[in-house]
């Protein structure tokens, strides 16, 4: 039999990131969180929390912090049904789901569709962000219930659902275009022209140019993990990049920015994996996320 109590003050913990904080979400004290999370470890054998600031939790120990995940939104279809358990409940928390998606979606069109979802909807949310070819990892390692990626491709025991594809146009001021393309956008001058790249797992840009020249090009480039620090660095002057056409509407049309290559797009598609365990009490969240996209991406004929 699974100790919930201890179960939950582990969660809070890991969630929280401090004894002292998961103990005052569960109206308890420091000292019974720590004996709860203790007692939890002896039983199942190894460390659960690595203590420090934050608290994090080790892999056993998020595996457990996903399985609360699961039990609290089965307690909340519970209470929603027969709402006079939920004042018998033990510490009952408000659910926090773990989703992951990338910066350029969250800057753009993911919001409102979370926005949709917690309107209506009780559960809290908890958003990783990382590039759209990784977040699936997240899935693999149980870390996130659901999550934007790149890949069609089912992670195991989840559902991929497609929404539609996100837009590039690759960008510059005219400044920069005058500086470094008076003889056109050739591989010589993309060679010297300073890009602008994310992170190291961006390859926006590489996909790019590997479209529009069919060669991979060697070129310089700044690092700058914003997505809307990538539209006023490229208004300024500072690089040339990749950004979503719904960020620089605007800026093309005023004349800041110009396509290095008018017309020629970069469309990343995009897929809604959710856990299968998890799909049925997440599918207003999936609901929204689709609804939004359907307005937003662009979707294939």
């Known amino acids: 039999?699974?100790?919930y109590p201890a179960l939950r003050a582990l969660a809070s913990v890991v969630r929280t990131g401090s004894f002292e904080r998961a103990a005052r979400a569960l109206n308890v004290t420091p000292s019974a969180v720590s004996q709860r999370v203790r007692q939890l470890e002896e039983r199942v054998g190894t460390v659960l929390v690595e203590r420090g600031q934050p608290c994090r939790a080790?892999?056993?120990g998020a595996w457990l912090c996903r399985h609360m995940d699961q039990v609290g939104l089965l307690e909340t279809e519970l209470f929603a049904r027969l709402p006079d358990l939920a004042d018998e409940a033990e510490g009952r928390t408000r659910v926090t789901l773990p989703i992951a998606t990338n910066a350029d979606s969250l800057g753009t069109w993911f919001l409102p569709a979370l926005a949709?979802?917690?309107?209506?909807?009780d559960p809290l949310l908890d958003i990783a962000v990382d590039d759209q070819d990784h977040t699936a990892d997240w899935l693999r390692r149980g870390k996130v219930l659901a999550a934007v990626t790149s890949s069609g491709e089912p992670v195991q025991g989840c559902r991929s659902l497609p929404l539609g594809a996100l837009r590039y146009a690759a960008t510059a001021s005219p400044g920069f275009v005058a500086r470094y393309f008076q003889g056109g956008v050739t591989p010589e001058a993309i060679g010297r022209a300073p890009a602008?790249?994310?992170?190291?797992?961006?390859?926006?840009?590489?996909?790019?140019?590997?479209?529009?020249?069919?060669?991979?090009?060697?070129?310089?480039?700044?690092w700058l993990?914003?997505?809307?620090?990538f539209v006023e660095a490229a208004c300024l002057g500072l690089s040339w990049c990749l950004n979503p056409m719904a960020l620089v509407r605007?800026?093309?049309?005023?004349g800041r920015l110009v396509e290095l290559v008018p017309g020629?797009?970069?469309?990343?598609?995009?897929?809604?994996q959710v856990s299968r365990l998890a799909a049925e009490r997440l599918e207003p969240l999936t609901r929204a996320i689709r609804d939004v996209a359907r307005r937003e991406l662009v979707q294939s004929e």
Do not use: C
């Open 1 to 3: 039999m699974l100790d």
């Open 58 to 60: 080790t892999e056993k």
């Open 116 to 121: 949709e979802f917690a309107g209506a909807n």
């Open 196 to 222: 602008l790249t994310f992170n190291r797992k961006d390859q926006l840009q590489a996909n790019w140019l590997r479209g529009v020249f069919g060669a991979e090009i060697a070129h310089p480039t700044h």
């Open 225 to 229: 993990p914003s997505t809307q620090g």
């Open 250 to 254: 605007e800026p093309l049309s005023s």
């Open 264 to 272: 020629a797009y970069l469309d990343t598609p995009l897929f809604w």
